[in-house]
């Protein structure tokens, strides 16, 4: 993304934002409530279009391509709230994630091996799953569609510390095998901890941004409350 602004009508929810998120890598936006983050994912995914700046994937610009056409070119997005068919079963939600029929490593097989919990629940709707097996089915949707570029909005949600453990656990499997990752999150441990290099958004601003090992908490704590 480059120099990206975002309206919802007259309010202006993104000012000048700029990112780069290369192969194999993870990168962190991190930030309060309203900060703007799932504004940037939805940007990127094609549900929204910039107001001025560009987005750009493999130095094409996409900036006007619709989000079905993105999902072919290897962009996926794990939104927040999970977005599954509620009366369909584990696999058939897990099926129609391979819509664009995107040749890459990911089947049925390989999500099955990297969430077993999703094979052992197959069979099951939806609905009759906990909010981290939900979770762990939205991203394996989202991985067989196999993404170039995975974006996850939120990961760690409402979810028991258990659970978002075991799913920030996937994420090297998933990197490992050249996938970018763009990762949005409240929780500054866990996204600092899982990236490569993390961005602070605060009202729709990027306020700070490095690899996480020169990142200073206080300096974080500044960036991410504006105090």
């Known amino acids: 993304m480059e120099s990206i602004d975002v309206h919802y009508g007259d309010f202006q929810a993104l000012w000048s934002v700029s990112l780069d998120v290369a192969v194999g890598r993870t990168l962190a ?5 309203g900060a703007g983050k799932s504004t940037l994912l939805r940007t990127i995914a094609g549900a929204l279009y910039p107001s001025s700046g ?5 130095d094409r610009d996409i900036s006007r391509v619709p989000a079905h056409d993105r999902v072919k070119l290897g962009i996926t997005l794990v939104p927040e709230g999970r977005r599954l068919f509620p009366s369909l079963s584990v696999e058939e939600n897990l099926k129609i ?3 664009a029929r995107r040749s890459g490593p990911w089947s049925l097989a390989r999500v099955y091996d990297l969430l077993p919990l999703l094979g052992e629940r197959r069979h099951r709707s939806a ?5 981290g097996e ?3 089915v939205a991203i394996g949707r989202a ?10 909005d ?3 949600l409402g979810l028991a510390p258990i659970v978002v453990q075991r799913l920030y656990e996937v994420l090297p499997d998933i990197t490992a095998g050249g996938t970018a990752v763009l990762l949005v999150e409240q929780d500054i441990g866990r996204a600092v901890a899982a990236a490569d290099h993390v961005q602070c958004l605060l009202e729709g601003r990027v306020t700070l941004e490095g690899d996480p090992a ?3 908490r206080a300096a974080v704590r500044t960036a991410y409350f504006g105090i």
């Open 29 to 33: 936006i991190i930030g309060a409530n």
């Open 54 to 58: 560009s987005v750009r994937f493999d």
């Open 97 to 99: 994630g391979g819509f």
């Open 127 to 131: 609905h009759q799953l906990s909010g």
């Open 134 to 136: 939900q979770q762990a």
């Open 143 to 152: 991985l067989m569609a196999n993404p170039r570029l995975l974006l996850l």
């Open 154 to 156: 939120e990961l760690s």
């Open 214 to 216: 020169e990142l200073d």
